[in-house]
DNA sequence: ACTTATTGATGCCGTTTAGGTATCAAAAAG
DNA sequence: CTTTTTGATACCTAAACGGCATCAATAAGT
């Protein structure tokens, strides 16, 4: 089916006419009558009820004409948002990251657009969860990225990927060659955990884990989020983690993903906001979402946090 | 926009490659080349970065892919009903009516929809609105329509339009030539109101607004709906009732309508009905509600119920 | 009852557009 | 350095699309 004929045809609906929406359309009678005869013959419908002296829709030509109109409106909201999309030189995008899909994902996810959108300036912004959601309220930032999912009133969201979740081992660890471990398998070891911050959906995460998993490690040595590998790196134990841009820092150091276990990242914007370079960033992310969908039993499906 | 050259973008934006793409299309690499060239001009934008060797997306080019997969869906569904919908010949409907509806809106919605879907059979079914509901679920009934407003789980619903609220009064009445009454001037008269059945909205109505306005009518004579018009039409007093069909009944009877009073009629359905003259009825009822939106505010404003 | 005006349908023609063939230039692979 | 693969270009053909003239049917005016 043909755009113009469409609109061609829901012009004709509206004027019940032929002659004048031929002339609402810029064109002679003639062709505009074969256009529809045409149209009908593409759908196998009749569309109207003609005689000679007038016009009126059929039940078929009625249901089009409210599908129709939507359809056409629906293209040329998107003709003009790709205008306004391809227009952006100096656009720009406040993006806030919670600290774990900060120090995680951040280069996957920005690398990525920068390559796709080169023109747009990107502001980064680390945040807490509840100071990132009120930001996007305010309008102070465009998009967000946190762990986990994310039902806030007034905010969309949606699942970016699942990062695996693992531990982060001294390369001379036994389990540093495999490719991934059970949870289970933890039990024995020295876990070196960062002490608990506000909000901190990571660290609610995996004390729930070790609750529920029955595990009890050996001796949580609290420390913070940046010497975690090197406090690896030295033997001084094992970290839970993800897999992140950590693992590259210390070559001494060894990342293995836990078997079934990934935490999910979410997007989360106002729908409310119309910064074309938003819209951008939210297709750009759905394509990428639709290809990561293959790996990793989500950790959502066992607990809900 | 062209649909036919969005759907040529879509398939090069997944396979990233214009040779295999034109394969699928079903054409040679050269057009397609020009093709998206063309759709690039019109739109003012770059979609594609390409090297002799490697075609990768823009970000407008994401931005396209996305919207522009759901809007060729949406197209290509229309296409489908609309053909599901021309081939119905002896398609059948069933249709639920409160009484209220039965009795005043059936002719003007029955009427015009068999004007436009001739060879839909029509079954008609008087219920109450419990059993209404229920039959929808059920699969029973296709499509209801009911008085006031509906908020049923499970179901969808729609405001077909504002029945004009009046009273039927003997012709020799001093109200008969007005072109509205107010409510209030009704205090001094004889009410005939008929027996309160199951669920009946538009009892129930009635007796709201004689609350609410502070009007006392002197005397209640009970009559059932049928004979209502009789009594008034002999001079036993006026009786409260909605634009319909009664008022032809009887010559000796006159409809005045009360200043800003209305009752609403809503459409019922079940959204996982998948009859095709349902969507007929639905497009068709829709088309009609854009037209009457002019007269009378709505009962609803003042009264919820 | 007859004429007139208006409406949608049809036949014919020219222009525009879209697709096909042949070929080129650039870049990766051997 | 040759071969292969890729997207771009030039040129041609055919189908589509729109315009003009005209027809047939019907409603309105006389």
Redesign the interface.
């Known amino acids: ?4 004929k469409l609109k061609a045809f829901v012009v004709v609906a509206e004027e019940l006419n032929f002659r004048r929406s031929a002339e609402i359309l810029g064109m002679t009678q003639p062709p505009l009558t074969r256009l529809i005869a045409g149209l009908e013959d593409d ?4 569309l109207f009820e003609r005689t000679t002296r007038q016009v009126k ?4 030509g ?7 109109r939507e ?1 056409i409106a ?2 040329e909201k ?2 003009h ?3 306004a ?3 952006i030189k100096g656009g720009a995008l406040s993006v806030a990251f919670s600290t774990t899909v900060f120090l995680a994902s951040l280069p996957k996810i920005i690398g990525a657009f920068q390559e ?2 080169p023109k ?1 300036t990107l502001q980064l912004h680390q945040e807490s969860r509840p100071r990132l959601f009120a930001g996007l309220r305010q309008g102070q930032f465009d998009v967000g990225f946190v762990e986990g999912t994310v039902e806030e009133e007034g905010l969309a969201a949606d699942t970016v990927h699942d990062e695996a979740l693992g531990v982060l081992l001294p390369k001379q660890h036994s389990f540093a060659r495999r490719k991934q471990v059970e949870l289970s398998e933890l039990g024995d070891e020295t876990i070196i955990l960062h002490p608990r911050r506000d909000n901190d959906r990571f660290h609610d995460t995996v004390h729930l884990l070790f609750r529920q998993s029955g595990i009890k490690p050996k001796v949580y040595v609290k420390s913070d989020w940046e010497s975690c590998p090197v406090l690896v790196a030295i033997g001084k134990g094992v970290s839970l983690t993800i897999l992140g841009t950590q693992q590259c820092v210390f070559p001494e150091t060894k990342f293995v993903p836990i078997r079934q276990l990934s935490l999910p990242v979410s997007v989360v914007w106002n729908p409310e906001n119309t910064n074309p370079a938003l ?2 960033m939210l ?2 992310v ?2 990428n979402a639709a290809l990561r969908r293959k790996n990793a039993v989500c950790l959502e499906e066992g607990l809900k946090f």
């Open positions: 089916m043909d755009l113009s759908l196998g419908a009749k829709l059929t039940g078929t009625v249901f089009l004409l409210k599908e129709g359809i629906r293209a998107l003709e948002e790709v205008r999309i391809s227009r796709r959108f747009v819209k951008g297709s750009f759905a394509e």
